[in-house]
C-alpha cells in the first residue's frame, strides 16, 4: 500500500525547528532555501526560552505565510521561569505570527529542572493558552502520568511534540484530541522500533511530521550527510519511513499532515500559497 513519491512531496509542513541553534550560525538563510527546495514551504521556528522565543519570533515575521513561531518554556529551563517570564511570553504572543504556546511540558528524563519548577511552569503556560485561546505545543518524556494530570482539564488544541511514548499513552493522547508530531526518531534502526510499531495507530487528521532540527538526524539516510545535524530539507526522507509504517501512500499522509498543520497554527490554506 505504501508508495514513495518519485517527485519531490510538495508542501510540507515542518512543525519543529530550533533555528536559534548555533550549529545553524554558518547558513540559516541557505538552510530556509533547500527546504523549499525539498518541498518543505512551511516552517515553525519553535521557541524554548525566553531568548529562542524571541528569536523564532524574528524569523517567523519575515514571511507569516509560510512561517510561524511558539513562545514557551522548555521543562529544562524551568527553574528560570518567573512572573516576568510569563510577561514577556504573553506580549511575544500577541504577535500574529506567534501562533501557539510552548514548547512546554515536563521532562522527567533528566531533570535539569526540579519537578515541582516544572509543574509550575508547565501549569502557567497551561493557563496561559486558556487566556489568549491559542494551542499548546507540548513537551513530553518521562512523565506521562504528572502530565496528563496537568492537561486534564485543558480545553485547547494540542500537539505532542516528537512522540517516542508507548501505544497506551498514544491511545490516550488522541482520546484527548490531541495531535501527534512524528520526527526522524521513527528511522533510527534501534530507538525507533517501538515507533514503528505505533504509528499506524495514529488517524490521518491527527497526524504532523517535524524534523526537531538540528537534532534526530535520521540515521538511515544514504548517503549520510555531511555534516551531522537535521534540516527541514531532509523532512521528505522522515516522510516516507512514516507513511510507509503507516501503511499509507506517502502523498496521502503529505496531504493530511500539511493540512493539519495549517489547522492547529491557524494559518492560510497551502492552496493559497503555493
Given amino acids: 500500500m505504501h508508495n514513495p513519491s518519485s517527485e ?50 524574528e524569523w517567523a515575521s519575515k514571511d507569516p505565510s509560510h512561517y510561524c513561531s511558539t513562545a514557551g518554556i522548555h521543562p529544562h529551563d524551568a527553574k528560570r521561569f518567573d512572573e516576568k517570564t510569563i510577561e514577556t511570553l504573553r506580549t511575544l504572543l500577541q504577535n ?18 526540579p519537578k515541582e519548577d516544572q509543574l509550575h511552569c508547565f501549569t502557567a503556560h497551561i493557563e496561559l493558552a486558556h487566556e489568549l485561546n491559542m494551542p499548546l505545543f507540548l513537551h513530553q518524556r518521562d512523565a506521562h502520568e504528572d502530565f496528563v494530570a496537568c492537561m486534564k482539564e485543558n480545553q485547547q488544541p494540542a500537539v505532542v511534540h516528537c512522540f517516542t511514548d508507548t501505544r497506551s499513552a498514544l491511545k490516550q493522547y488522541l ?7 512524528i520526527t526522524g526518531w521513527i528511522c533510527d534502526p534501534k530507538r525507533g522500533e517501538t515507533l514503528r510499531s505505533n504509528v499506524s495507530y495514529i488517524p490521518l487528521d491527527r497526524i504532523l511530521i517535524e524534523t526537531d532540527a538540528p537534532w534526530l538526524l535520521p540515521k538511515d539516510m544514504r548517503p549520510k550527510p555531511k555534516k551531522r545535524r537535521n534540516e527541514p530539507a531532509y523532512l521528505p526522507h522522515i516522510l516516507d519511513i512514516i507513511a510507509k509504517h503507516m501503511g499509507r501512500n506517502t502523498a496521502e499522509v503529505a496531504a493530511a499532515s500539511t493540512k493539519n498543520a495549517l489547522t492547529f497554527f491557524g494559518m492560510p490554506s497551502c492552496s493559497s500559497h503555493p
Fill in 8 to 57: 519531490k512531496a510538495q508542501s510540507l509542513f515542518d512543525i519543529c525547528i530550533n533555528f536559534d541553534n548555533e550549529q545553524f550560525n554558518p547558513d540559516r538563510e541557505a538552510i530556509l532555501s533547500r527546504a523549499k527546495d525539498a518541498g518543505v514551504r512551511y516552517i515553525n521556528f519553535t521557541g524554548s526560552s525566553v531568548e529562542s522565543s524571541t528569536y523564532a519570533s
Fill in 96 to 113: 500574529p505570527w506567534v501562533r501557539a504556546v510552548g514548547e512546554c511540558g515536563l521532562d522527567y528524563n533528566r531533570n535539569f529542572s
Fill in 175 to 181: 482520546d484527548l484530541g490531541y495531535f501527534i508530531g
